[in-house]
């Protein structure tokens, strides 16, 4: 494993009243496909030029429906000063994921996960699962989403730019 820069590790202390934080773990790589907002990539690399926000959701999730508005926000914020939304669907019928989108639409890099490959590898407890990930390294995470967290949330990630 990597070791993370002594900054880094700080700054997941910051982040824990909000994320569960470990120490920090290698990320999975996945590949990241191209979309409007970037050329294909991977995971890994687009967590070396900044910080990666991935969250896990499913068609049929309920608090995901909240989350997206808040994961809209954070790209729209945060996404020039380094930040990038990641959302992985899990759906195995990818229509009922499309419906979804239609019916909340993401601003953000969407990746499908039908086979459940990606979400094995990270061991996802339960819908929304949200990590935060730089250098290729994983430094929090947090199960759920609940709109009274956006605020806290928000502000911690603010504080990722400040460091």
């Known amino acids: 494993m990597n070791k993370l820069p002594l900054g880094l590790v700080a700054l997941t202390l910051v982040l824990s009243s909000f ?6 773990k290698s990320a999975p790589d996945f590949d990241i496909p191209a979309s409007l907002n970037q050329p294909a990539t991977s995971l890994v690399e687009l967590s070396k030029q900044g910080w990666v926000y ?3 959701w499913a068609s049929w999730c309920t608090p995901c429906r909240y989350s ?7 790209q729209a914020e945060f996404g020039s000063k380094g930040l990038t939304v990641v959302a992985v669907n899990v759906d195995a019928d990818r229509s009922k994921a499309k419906q979804f989108l239609a019916d909340n639409p993401a601003e953000f890099t969407v990746v499908y996960d039908a086979d459940g490959n990606i979400a ?3 061991q996802v407890p339960g819908m929304p699962t949200s990590y ?3 250098d290729g390294e994983i430094v929090g995470q ?7 967290q956006s605020a806290e949330l928000k502000q911690q990630i603010s504080q990722l730019f400040n460091k």
């Open 120 to 122: 094995s590898a990270y």
């Open 54 to 56: 991935l969250d896990f």
């Open 68 to 74: 997206f508005p808040f994961m809209n926000q954070l």
């Open 19 to 24: 994320f569960s934080s470990a120490s920090p």
């Open 132 to 134: 935060l990930i730089k």
């Open 142 to 148: 947090h199960l759920g989403f609940k709109t009274s």
